[in-house]
């Protein structure tokens, strides 16, 4: 009866990490390792080329990794990976559980210089198509901070209302990196907890 109900009640989570990112940085670490302690399975994945992201790499590792997505199938992304799991979310069919996003975007402001403006322009110029995308994400919250540095958070807030996401702005949080202050983050775990288990 046990294994029963555990198999039922463990989730799968994925993580996909920022730019410039990877599975030992900032919070997500941290987050993992919580996570797991309350029972989840939870699959941290090293993005291609994180210096220099391109949508078409990261949408294709995100789907060699997640097997048989469905409702007990969960997301957590940091930045630019939130953009990767929506962009994934478009081209699936099944429903997914759930999926938190952190400093997610649609709009980018103050960017350093040319060079990463060509990085981010095909993530802000390629539109996602959120009709989809609400079609299979059960629920979802954004954590938006507002003071994020890369600006955009009325637009943000609005695109990521429009697609059904809870919205939760969290005050002078920047863009949620260690530089910020973010080792240990347990208002992620905690919204977890209440809002996708």
Request: aromatic letters at 12%.
């Amino acid at each position: 009866m046990w294994n029963w109900y555990n198999s039922i009640m463990k989730k799968k989570i994925y993580i996909v990490h920022g730019w410039d990112g990877s599975s030992a940085k900032a919070w997500t670490p941290w987050a993992k390792g919580e996570l797991q302690n309350l029972g989840h399975e939870v699959i941290f994945l090293d993005m291609p080329d994180p210096e220099v992201p391109k949508i078409g790499l990261w949408v294709e590792h995100l789907r060699e990794v997640v097997t048989n997505p469905n409702e007990n199938t969960y997301f957590i992304g940091h930045s630019i990976g939130c953009q990767t799991i929506l962009r994934y979310l478009e081209t699936v069919d099944a429903k997914v559980g759930g999926a938190i996003f952190v400093a997610g975007w649609f709009a980018l402001e103050n960017l350093e210089d040319g060079e990463v403006e060509d990085i981010a322009r095909p993530w802000l110029s390629i539109p996602i198509d959120t009709n989809k995308i609400k079609n299979v994400l059960t629920k979802s919250v954004l954590l938006i901070s507002d003071n994020d540095p890369y600006g955009g958070f009325d637009e943000n807030v609005e695109k990521f209302s429009d697609l059904g996401s809870e919205i939760i702005v969290i005050p002078d949080a920047g863009h949620f990196t260690a530089d910020d202050g973010f080792g240990p983050f347990e208002k992620l775990v905690e919204i977890f907890k209440n809002k996708m288990e």
